[in-house]
């Protein structure tokens, strides 16, 4: 995998361009670069959150997370991408069981598979990861190890405790809910085994040093950067993948020529790496 730069690009700075000093200003304090995001989205956050908790302008507010604790932790889980849910988009689990996994279990002979939920939020993507698994154990060789990654801690502290609101749950299929989460007071508690299955880290994915995966899920995050962005980060997945491997991306997105990644499409939303696309078996 390729080198990158281990701590956030400070965007230039144009003169009276506030929102551009808030961004060199948040990459300082929380190594978060936001100027990687689309603008619009960003800017109307920032500019909602300052007149909401600060004095209405960028500058003054950038200096009161500088100093407020628990304005930071508010400013983080706000501007940060945290929209998941168990089973969500269920489909896309349902060809992830029924067909990617059992093509990579081939595909790795005895070796245990490596998984990847990139940019996972508070979990829920895979907490779901590790109950497909266990729901066809029977059919792999061995349990697949699974990495979940996001780049704002507070995601992660909530990922490890692995509780999910009934709103979380809301599509979840309910036997399988009932089957690897217990129930407790206003929500789900993930079950000792898919604890188990799953380690969680901070990770900012363009500095990422992950590799050898099996599968990448990367579900409906790039869809908030701008499109030099996007094209880098799904570049860094496609090194991180194993010749063969899988990278899943949300039910609505694409890469547009994804051979100059090393990938092929073998469904709308599953790209696979080539190591020479003459001798990869076909996708059933």
């Known amino acids: 995998m390729p080198e990158t730069p281990a701590t956030p690009r400070k965007p230039a700075v144009a003169a009276g361009d506030d929102f551009e000093r808030f961004c060199t200003g948040i990459a300082d304090l929380v190594g978060i670069d936001l100027s990687l995001y689309k603008r619009k989205q960003m800017e109307r956050r920032a500019r909602g959150l300052a007149s909401r908790f600060g004095d209405g302008t960028l500058d003054g507010y950038l200096e009161l997370l500088r100093t407020d604790e628990d304005q ?133 994915l363009f500095a990422a040093k992950t590799d050898g995966m099996d599968l990448i899920l990367f579900r409906n995050v790039a869809i908030h950067f701008e499109r030099e962005r996007r094209d880098r980060v799904h570049r860094i997945l496609s090194d991180a993948l194993l010749p063969g491997g899988m990278l899943v991306l949300g039910s609505t997105e694409m890469i547009v020529q994804p051979a100059e990644l090393g990938l092929e499409r073998v469904r709308p939303f599953v790209f696979r790496k080539l190591a020479d696309p003459l001798t990869q078996p076909d996708f059933p």
Not at 132 to 150: A, F, K
Request: with cysteine.
């Open 72 to 204: 930071l932790d508010k400013f983080m889980e706000r501007m940060t991408i945290t929209v998941s849910q168990l089973w969500r988009n269920n489909e896309i689990f349902e060809a992830i069981e029924k067909e990617v996994l059992p093509q990579l279990n081939r595909n790795a002979g005895v070796r245990r598979l490596h998984l990847w939920s990139a940019g996972c939020s508070y979990g829920a993507e895979p907490y779901t990861l590790a109950a497909v698994c266990l729901e066809i154990r029977d059919q792999l060789n061995r349990l697949p190890t699974i990495q979940g990654s996001d780049i704002n801690p507070h995601m992660i502290e909530r990922a490890k405790k692995g509780f999910y609101t009934d709103e979380d749950a809301r599509d979840a299929p309910k036997e399988l809910l009932e089957k690897y989460f217990d129930r407790v007071d206003d929500g789900w508690s993930a079950k000792s085994e898919l604890r188990q299955m799953i380690r969680f880290k901070v990770e900012d």
